[in-house]
């Protein structure tokens, strides 16, 4: 099938046959997982730019925590325990307010989490036209398993129930409603920005599920992109019912169609999506009690015929979207 812009560059130009001592369990998944020796890691790496992730304004402390937290956030879906961390940052200029409020922002949650910085690299962006590019930020972030385990992408069987963390859409509601196109009332305001500036990576919750689900992935770039990851690195597909796609008040208090818009398309929730065989549903249930984790089961995992793989229905069987577009960098171009 035919691969979108970004994913398209990564298949093209950065995908290799596999060589040297460390191979990887996950190429192509949240995580890299590797056995080196007697110990097993989990690797990811996200890079993020003022301007394309953040807003030019966001505040140094949201930059701060919000970085280190997507990178968590794929520790969570492999099921891994985040030991360290490496920073490299560009910054178009030195600017030490900024710099002591992403400090703070960044290693709040590095404490709280365990995750010491060990080490990383500071540079100054390129000099275009007269201006330095904005602050570019990538987090290496590592993570333990127990030997043999970890959560991948591959793992989903028909006949599997579909789970989701959380609830789905606010980080892009809230997105819609700083650049003015949505509106919801002022004090659902700082609840919805919230879930934009501030995920809660589901660190506790992929530990727990390590020996329960039988794939997952944390939800960066929508419900139905992530969704489909998970499925199509499985080869099955799977069956969701729209209303039981958990949804905040807030959400809910917006027209259908952009219920339906933030829910299935909007990425930056950093939720887990999953999959696990109906025999789990009482120990994932519990697993969500001990992490404190609002857990709701969405849809079946079943046999891929032709088409789309992702079908999306309401109550009364009704087809309201089926493929698993999310968002892409390179959208168009290619
Ligand atoms: P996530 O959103 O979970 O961070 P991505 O969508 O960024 O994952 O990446 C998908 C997969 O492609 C991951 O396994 C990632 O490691 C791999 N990948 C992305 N960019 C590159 C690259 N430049 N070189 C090699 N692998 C890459
Ligand atoms: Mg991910």
Redesign the pocket.
């Known amino acids: 099938m035919a691969r979108r812009g970004?994913f398209q560059i990564?298949d093209r130009f950065?995908t290799h046959e596999a060589f040297g001592e460390w191979q990887s369990q996950?190429?192509?998944?949240?995580c890299?997982i590797i056995d080196a020796g007697d110990t097993r890691f989990a690797v990811?790496?996200?890079m993020m730019a003022i301007g394309t992730h953040f807003l030019p304004n966001a505040l140094p402390e949201t930059v701060g925590y919000k970085a280190l937290a997507v990178n968590l956030s794929?520790l969570a879906?492999a099921g891994a325990s985040p030991r360290a961390f490496f920073l490299s940052i560009g910054l178009p200029e030195r600017d030490d307010e900024w710099l002591a409020g992403f400090s703070r922002g960044m290693m709040a949650l590095a404490e709280e989490t365990g995750c010491a910085l060990l080490g990383g690299d500071t540079t100054r962006t390129a000099e275009v036209n007269g201006r330095h590019a904005p602050v570019t930020i990538s987090i290496t972030a590592m993570g333990a398993l127990p030997k043999g385990k970890g959560l991948t992408r591959a793992g989903a069987r028909v006949g599997d129930d579909v789970w989701v963390s959380g609830t789905v859409g606010d980080a892009y509601a809230a997105l819609k409603c700083r650049w003015g196109h949505w509106q919801v009332m002022p004090d659902q305001q700082p609840a919805l920005f919230e879930r934009m500036d501030r995920p809660t990576p589901r660190v506790r919750l992929g530990t727990a599920l390590l020996d329960l689900a039988s794939a997952a992935?944390?939800i960066?770039?929508g419900l139905s992109a992530d969704l489909g990851h998970i499925l199509e690195r499985s080869g099955v597909a799977a069956d969701i019912d729209w209303e039981s796609v958990p949804l905040s008040p807030v959400l809910r208090s917006l027209a259908p169609g952009l219920q339906r818009e933030a829910a299935l398309m909007g990425g930056d929730d950093y939720e887990l999506v999953f999959t696990a065989s109906p025999e789990n549903r009482l120990r994932i249930e519990q697993a969500g009690l001990l992490t404190e984790t609002r857990l709701t089961r969405i849809g079946k995992v079943c046999e891929k015929l032709s088409g789309d793989n992702l079908t999306i229905r309401s109550h009364d069987g009704a087809v309201i979207r089926t493929g698993m577009a999310g968002f892409d960098h390179f959208a168009g171009q290619g």
């Open positions: 970004e990564i950065f996950g190429v192509g998944d949240d890299a990811t790496t996200d794929d879906a992935a944390d960066s770039d």
